[in-house]
């Protein structure tokens, strides 16, 4: 497709179980992000790639965050021992390579919903 | 660290006429971009415009533009003809250029949710 596509679109957990969300860039991008938005709040950022490297992972809110993108285009970003707190939406973006015109714009997916009980 | 405010929770305006969103920032950095983006019910974050910063000129996107001043650290987005499809939240965003502290996030505000009324 030619969007960010983002999967599943809804996932309900049980406290304490693990979780994984999968994003597919847009075809040529190079970099990628991970957000967190909180119902009703702007998002907050988590991670960010570039082709494989994780370049920033300052944002994961603990060590049960974590981000993978080990071929340089799929990402996935696994919760282990979900809690309540981690409910939320989770928006994945990318952008062109560095050099390119409009590089700094990032687009994003629809989002995968994530709701803990 | 780069903050981005949104003052406005929720605005309104009448179809047909003209709003504007207001939002300022905080920086130390001389060089960055800023971005308005729309997030309908849906849940998609969609670009409305963007802005360099070393650029003087507002940029503008058809019935879309920005009041951009430097100065002041603000950067407001003006939504002229407002249409019912432009009823969302509105979130500013600021990203560092590259050589920034934060380059590569995009650190966004709180939000306006614009109301269009018929």
């Known amino acids: 497709g030619a969007g960010v596509s983002q999967s599943p679109r809804y996932k309900v957990a049980k406290r304490g179980q693990d979780v994984a969300l999968r994003c597919d860039p847009i075809s040529g991008h190079v970099s990628l992000f991970w957000y967190q938005q909180a119902l009703g709040q702007g998002p907050e950022f988590l991670t960010y790639f570039q082709n494989e490297a994780q370049l920033d992972k300052s944002g994961l809110p603990s060590d049960r965050f974590f981000a993978e993108r080990p071929e340089g285009s799929v990402s996935t970003l696994k919760i282990q021992r979900t809690q309540q707190e981690d409910s939320a939406v989770y928006l994945c973006?990318?952008?062109?390579?560095?050099?390119?015109?409009?590089?700094?714009?990032?687009?994003f997916g629809p989002g995968t919903r994530l709701l803990v009980l | 660290a780069q903050t981005v405010t949104q003052s406005q929770p929720e605005m309104s305006v009448q179809e047909a006429e003209t709003v504007t969103l207001s939002c300022t920032y905080d920086?130390?950095?001389?060089?960055?971009?800023l971005f308005w983006y729309k997030q309908p019910p849906s849940g998609q974050m969609i670009l409305v415009i963007r802005?360099?910063?070393?650029?003087?000129q507002n940029a503008t996107e058809n019935r879309f533009s920005v009041n951009f001043q430097k100065a002041a650290k603000s950067f407001s987005l003006k939504i002229s003809d407002s249409q019912l499809g432009d009823a969302a939240m509105y979130f500013c965003a600021y990203r560092s250029a590259p050589g920034g502290t934060s380059y590569g996030k995009l650190t966004f505000g709180q939000g306006t949710i614009l109301t269009v009324h018929p």
């Open positions: 973006a990318s952008s062109l390579p560095q050099g390119w015109e409009y590089q700094e714009t990032q687009y």
């Open positions: 802005q360099e910063a070393y650029k003087q």
């Open positions: 920086t130390s950095e001389s060089d960055y971009y």
